[in-house]
Structure formats: C-alpha cells, structure tokens
C-alpha cells in the first residue's frame, strides 16, 4: 500500500505597514525563514499585497513605489531559499497595474498569479488601481498542483473552475479581508456553500491582520476540507505562523490534517477586540507616544479610556475631566474613580472660567437673544481647546469619544466633542455601545456601574438629557441601521412599526449633518456601513426622504 504523502505549509498571519515597502519585504523574508527553519515548511503564504501593504490605494501611482516594489522582488528572489513563497504585491505590466500573487523558490518564478475578480463596492475601490487578470496560475509544490488565488477571487465561481480545469489538487488563497461583525461566519459559510463544495477541491485561506486607518483586518485564517468543514483556524486579531498540514493520498486526493480550531468569538467580544486592534495599529503606526481622552462621565468616553488602555497600556492614557456648571458630582467622581482602576494619569481642569471669558467677549453679539446650543457649544470647544493643547504640548494624540447614533445625526459640535485624531467608536451605535460597556467589565473592573446605567446627558444645560433631543436610544438606533445599513425609504422602515413622523425627522437630521462627518476624524470600522469609506453622501442635495 503506497504511504500518503505531506504537504507542509505555513499560514503567515502578519500585520503589514502599507507603503513600507523594505520593512514589509524584510517581515516576508523572515516569515519564510522561521517557516522553512522551524517547522520545516514546503511552502509559506503572505497576505494580499503584503509587499505594498493593502489598500496601498494612490500610493500605487508614485514612481517611486514602482521602484521600491521591483527592488523586494529581487530581495524575495535573492534571499528566499529551501521553501517556496507566495506573496501578494502590486505587479507593474507596462501601463497597467495588477494585484498579484508571486510564487518564488530559490530565485525562480514558478508562477504569478492575477487576481481575476475586482472588488469595486463599499470600502474596495480596486478597479481604480488595477486591470483584472483572466487565467488559472497552478503550481508545483512539493509534487502537488497548487492553485493560487487572491481574495475575491474565492467568491466567485470563475476562478475556482479555471483552478480545477487546470489540474489543481487544493486551492491557496490569500487574502486582505477587512473585518465587520459576523464576517468571519460570512467567509466559511460562503467559500463552503460555493467554492469548495462546487469543485471538490480543499482550501488553505490566509487573511492580512492589522488595523489601517479605519478598516482592520482580523486574521482568522482558516483551512476547509472538501466536505466544507473547517479543519484548523487561526485567531483574530493576533499575528502568527501556523502550520497547517496536508495529506495526499496515492489517489492525489489532498486531505487537511486537523489542527488548532480557534474558536469564533461572540459579537462584544469580537468587536472589542477589532477597536483595540485598530486604535493600537493608528497610534503605534503614526509613532504617537501615548494619547490624550476627555473623560466625562459618561459611558461612550468610560469606554474609549477602556480600550485606549488596553490597545496601548496605562502609562501611555492620560484622562481629563472638564467640568462646568453644569457638571454632576457624580460625573466628576465617576471619571476619576474610573481612572484610578485602570491606573490612568487623570487631570481635572474646569472650564468655567474659559466659558465666563467667552460669553464676556460675545455679550454684544448674543445680545438680546436667549440662550440656546450656542452657549452649549462653547463649552464643548472650550473643552476641545484643552484637549488639543495637552496634545500638542505631549505629542500625545486626541481620542474623539462620539458613537456612530450621535455622528448620523450631528448630535455633536464641531471644532468640540469632534475634535481629535482618530474615533475608536465612531462605527458603535449607542445600544452596542452599552453592550461593550458590560461586557469590558466581565473581565476586570473598569466602568462604574452608574455609568451605565444612569440615563445619557451632554450636561451642557441644566438636567439635560439626550432624550431632550433625540428618541430613545433603543428606537432611533435601529432606525439608523436600515437607513444607513440597508439603504431603506421613510414608508420601508414605518412598515417595520416606526412612527412616520419620527423617521422623516431622523433620516433628515442625517442627511442634513453630512458637512459635519465629513470633517470628523476616522475611526474603526466594525459594522456593514461606516462612515468614511463606505458612506459617499453629497453635502448639498436637494432630495428628501418620502
């Protein structure tokens, strides 16, 4: 009875610097030795565009980016020896520009391989940038026919077949796919229903993990048997090697060894992980030192300061209350204990005489008028002087603390609450921002209690509340999400037992309040739709819901 043989290869779950093209190539390399070296690999997988960095978007059109990528594919072909590498990067052909996977082994191309299917819908904008490839690229590894394919390539059914026409015995696939919730149960359902079941061929599924700018990408890479079962997956959120094992049976059948299965997270956990992932991923890669949170009692900045320590480390936080007159004691008190938990440096610095200064130098122009958001906004921009200046003066970035429910419908202030750097939570609606608040605290103590529980207010005026302004949060978030998510009308989203009246006011309020997200800063992207890349509004328009 003839033995069956063994395909060894390596899943290279790294996290990638877009546009360091020599610290990328020097991160490959060194993939591909651990991968040869320590676990005696046939064959080591990188990311998509792992050379560039993805989405490496008009950096793609930079001469010297061209330069940059022919010098690491001489440095891959030169110093990648014993094993052999695929790796994605951007392949310059005369005018056109193709995303590609190059597969090399001690200096020889034995194939490269272009992707074939263009995403060009919400966050990918490829067909921008590249000129779609139309061929398998099947190679020898190890004595077995190995199909290379590039992300999207998997989700339609296209090149799978042409991989299976030309003799393919397992299908390797590398991937930048950006993270949203349940996406990771979206991949496996999809490429087993349609890909691996359709052509009866295994799959190796490498994903990119990192956060960059507002989209993060999770890792969870994966390993699929003919029968669709998942036979080994990796963990989000963290890089890594892993190792995955293949039998090929004297048939030529190719068989996944069962490995580690990395179990998939519930929704808080694997949320929370993503926005700390993509916080740490933008202070650490902009090389800011630390940064700087306005904490104000309230839950969406208690958990901003939560995930700021935990993307980055205590001594790295700094927290500071801003209280007026209008300010609680038990915000002030809740802040600073919340502090002293998760061992932050916290300052107290009152506005009030900021705010006194103010009104005195506007005493004319307000004259005769009542007071209304205008004297609540100056104290939101006295705060955003504050913040701003410790930033500046420590180098430390500002984090922005406003949810996705308050960004739709401008309840916030320019030049104010929305000043900053970067938005962990501006993708959260408010409710799942209550979900995360809870689930943070099942680990450790970190928000007091009455934080959350207590009924959310800007305390900008005297016993304000959000609901002063705003339905209730349980009914104007889901509101949101068929507007913005699901692209549903006014008459669409009242048959779903909403108030016609309260969804024409909402669905205007967010249109109307575009010229403010428009200057927000950016931040995680961790639902279907996020503003930024996603949302591409006009700021004047002449529609209105119906």
Request: some cysteine; hydrophobic content about 40%.
């Amino acid at each position: 009875m003839t033995k069956a043989r063994r395909l060894r290869c390596v899943m290279a779950q790294l996290n990638l610097v877009v546009g360091d093209v020599d610290g990328n190539t020097t991160r490959i390399v060194q993939a591909a030795s651990t991968a040869r070296d320590r676990e005696r690999a046939d064959a080591v997988l990188l990311p998509e565009l792992a050379v560039s960095g993805y989405p490496p978007e008009d950096l793609l059109f930079h001469s010297g980016m061209r330069t940059q990528v022919a010098r690491s594919l001489e440095r891959l072909r030169e110093e990648v020896r014993g094993i052999t590498l695929i790796a994605g990067y951007p392949e310059y052909a005369g005018t056109e520009i193709h995303n590609s996977a190059i597969v090399v082994r001690d200096g020889l191309v034995l194939g490269i391989h272009r992707k074939a299917c263009l995403p060009n819908y919400r966050v990918f904008d490829e067909k921008r940038y590249f000129t779609a490839g139309t061929t398998a690229t099947v190679v020898d590894i190890a004595g077995v026919r190995a199909a290379v394919l590039v992300c999207e390539d998997i989700w339609a059914a296209d090149p799978a077949r042409w991989a299976k026409e030309a003799g393919a015995q397992v299908l390797l696939v590398i991937n930048a796919s950006p993270y949203e919730m349940g996406k990771q149960q979206q991949r496996e359902a999809l490429v087993a229903a349609q890909r691996v079941r359709e052509c009866a061929l295994p799959l190796v599924f490498l994903n990119l993990v990192g956060g960059q700018d507002e989209l993060v990408f999770d890792g969870h890479s994966f390993v699929m048997n003919t029968a669709g079962v998942v036979t080994q997956r990796a963990p989000p959120f963290k890089e890594g090697l892993y190792t995955v094992d293949l039998d090929v049976a004297a048939s030529g059948a190719v068989v996944p060894v069962a490995g580690m299965l990395e179990p998939c997270q519930a929704e808080e956990e694997s949320v929370y992980g993503a926005l700390v992932l993509g916080t740490r991923d933008y202070v650490d890669k902009h090389r800011f030192p630390g940064v700087v949170v306005g904490l104000s009692g309230g839950v969406d900045s208690a958990l901003t300061l939560c995930i700021a320590v935990d993307a980055l480390g205590a001594q790295r936080v700094h927290s500071v209350a801003m209280p007026s007159r209008y300010t609680s004691q038990m915000s002030k008190d809740d802040a600073a204990l919340q502090a002293r938990w998760l061992g932050v440096r916290h300052s107290e610095i009152p506005i009030e005489g900021m705010f006194e200064a103010t009104l005195a130098a506007l005493r004319e122009e307000f004259g005769g008028l009542p007071p209304d958001t205008a004297e609540e906004n100056i104290q939101s921009r006295c705060r955003g002087v504050l913040l701003m200046g410790i930033s500046n003066k420590t180098g430390r970035m500002l984090l922005t603390t406003g949810n996705k429910s308050e960004m739709s419908v401008g309840y916030a202030t320019l030049y104010g609450d929305m000043a900053g750097g970067f938005a962990p939570i501006k993708d959260c609606s408010k409710m799942l921002v209550y979900r995360l608040a809870n689930w943070r605290n099942t680990l450790s103590q970190a928000i007091p209690a009455r934080v959350i529980e207590r009924a959310p207010t800007a305390e900008l005026r005297h016993d304000q509340k959000d609901t002063d302004s705003l339905p209730p949060y349980d009914v104007l978030d889901p509101i949101l999400e068929a507007f913005i998510e699901e692209d549903l009308s006014v008459g669409q989203i009242v048959e779903r037992g909403f108030d016609r009246a309260t969804v024409g006011r909402i669905l205007d309020m967010v249109k109307r309040n575009e010229y403010k997200r428009r200057q927000a800063p950016p931040g995680v992207r961790v639902s279907g739709r996020a503003f930024g890349r996603d949302w591409r509004y006009p700021i004047t328009s002449g529609y209105r819901s119906r």
